[in-house]
């Protein structure tokens, strides 16, 4: 009964097996052919092309936002429909790869399905635990915009050419280029648990004091947090959000990406990062300055917001 069972379980896993590679060579072909087609229409007329490629991205953003839907279920972020399609559609991703990367202890897959299947883990994963721990400290505004699966259509662009670039890199690429970099994908799993790990800590740290939004007027029941994690890293949800971006594009061994993503994210926090601290500054003035001094922030290149020196402080005026 068992050798029966063994053997069935074989036989069912070499047809999957062979239908991922016939689907990977049906993919490659349809992917070429496309863009040939895409390189003449572009050649053709430029702007028409780049317009219908937004167009797409705004519809595509749009069934994220759930437009359009009348039911109040659906309608509102805080519908249950939302909450539940969204946690259904993330649990399904999560659940199948993780399906996938068990699979592959037991028998031979590709290795780009297993390397994929570690990314959308990553991903997954970190959505539910940015829902999960709104749930847990903020549940007067825990809704389906936690999963923050609809962020932005500049996150959802981002999205789209890590996956674009990933797999035609991995179909379109000679033989004699390896995709694959092993010391690159292993640096990208420990920034991607790095990064989860301090990302998560800072939430729990924080607890309800902790927002995607920049607070712009103190609370009365509000206090700066400076234990835990945030004892000798002033944004460790900043820094983990930072190396979790770019650890998930060398799991992938996105060349483009990594470097497009940790300059975006850079850009993105070097602006955030200084406003936020002038923000915090004026609520806590003498307590905020002293807490920069002896924290840092863990981005390349970012030392937050300038403080004036003794020198660069101008002298008081009689009568102010």
């Not at 016939?22 to 040939?36: D, G, P």
């Not at 003449?40 to 490629?53: I, Q, V």
């Not at 915009?145 to 662009?157: A, C, G, R, V």
């Not at 061994?253 to 602006?271: D, E, I, K, T």
Request: glycine share 6%; aromatic share 16%.
């Amino acid at each position: 009964m068992r050798e029966h069972a063994q053997t069935t379980f074989r036989i069912v896993t070499q047809n999957w097996i062979q239908l991922f590679v016939v689907t990977q060579n049906w993919i490659h072909l349809t992917l070429v052919h496309h863009i040939h087609l895409c390189r003449l229409r572009l050649a053709k007329n430029p702007r028409n092309s780049n317009s219908n490629m937004y167009i797409i991205l705004i519809k595509l953003q749009a069934i994220l936002n759930f437009e359009g839907w009348e039911s109040p279920q659906f309608a509102s972020p805080n519908g249950l429909g939302r909450v539940g399609v969204g946690g259904f559609f993330l649990g399904f991703i999560f659940g199948s790869q993780l399906t996938v990367l068990m699979l592959s202890l037991v028998v031979q897959l590709p290795w780009t399905l297993v390397q994929w299947a570690i990314y959308m883990l990553a991903l997954s994963g970190f959505h539910c635990s940015e829902f999960l721990v709104t749930a847990l400290y903020k549940r007067g505004c825990v809704s389906y915009d936690s999963y923050i699966i609809n962020h932005s259509l500049p996150y959802t662009s981002a999205a789209l050419a890590s996956w674009f670039e990933f797999w035609v890199e991995t179909l379109l690429l000679p033989a004699s280029i390896q995709k694959f970099k092993p010391l690159v994908f292993g640096v990208g799993v420990a920034l991607v648990i790095v990064g989860q790990v301090f990302r998560a800590a800072a939430m729990w740290t924080a607890k309800s004091r902790f927002s995607h939004i920049i607070m712009e007027r103190k609370e009365a029941t509000h206090k700066l947090v400076q234990h835990g994690v945030y004892s000798y890293l002033r944004h460790p949800s900043y820094f983990g959000w930072f190396w979790w971006c770019t650890g998930t594009q060398m799991i992938l061994c996105n060349p483009v990406c990594v470097l497009a993503y940790a300059f975006a994210a850079w850009r993105f926090f070097s602006q955030r990062i200084p406003y936020e601290e002038a923000t915090l500054c004026s609520f806590y003035p003498n307590e905020y300055e002293a807490y920069m001094a002896r924290t840092w922030i863990g981005i390349p290149f970012l030392s937050g917001l300038k403080l004036p020196s003794v020198s660069e402080t101008p002298p008081s005026r009689k009568g102010d």
